[in-house]
């Protein structure tokens, strides 16, 4: 089995990708540069987190069959919303730890933060459809590992109904806490601004 990681290859495209579009919008000025450049470091973070490593088995494609990619999304697919199996029992009986379950469900939700911030910052949303954009981003994150599995075979990673509920209620926590940034940034200016004139 040959494991592929987002390091080297996938993370140098993915640099390439953000210096060719940073440079496109270079007469933007540097606060937005650096603004597209940390948001597109976050992207590339994303999709280390959503699809790698891969493990691509020895003779594939070959080795992959129907019969075992359908006994692999019946191990690894939940469609039910807030079935977590066992992991809130396993939790109360102290059989996993707390950080297994704040990973679980508060790093779901944290991925997704900074989308929600971008998307106002970048391509600004109307609010009766930033809910659609916030379903659209889980559903993106979760089809990226479905597919892996139909594609490649088993995978590390499962599909939950329920990373959708929770990445998709991190871009709405970003996009809520997206006018108390740019109020506290220009608070920062109007003081650096004031602390130049004395």
Known sequence: MTII???PYPLILGLLILAFTIARQRKRGWLYL???GLFGIYLMGVVNIVAFPILLPQNWPTSLTWRETAL???QTVNLVPFN???MFLDFSAGLISPNIVLREIGGNILLTVPLGLGVNLFYPVCRRHVFWLAMAAGLVLE???LLIIVIIGPSLHSVDIND???NALGVLIGYGLYPAAIWGLRQRRSRFA???VL
């Open 164 to 166: 959708v509920l929770l």
């Open 5 to 7: 990681n987002f390091y």
């Open 34 to 36: 650096s603004a597209s």
């Open 143 to 145: 089809v990226t590992q």
């Open 84 to 86: 977590y199996g066992n």
């Open 72 to 74: 692999s999304l019946t």
């Open 194 to 196: 004031q602390s130049r």
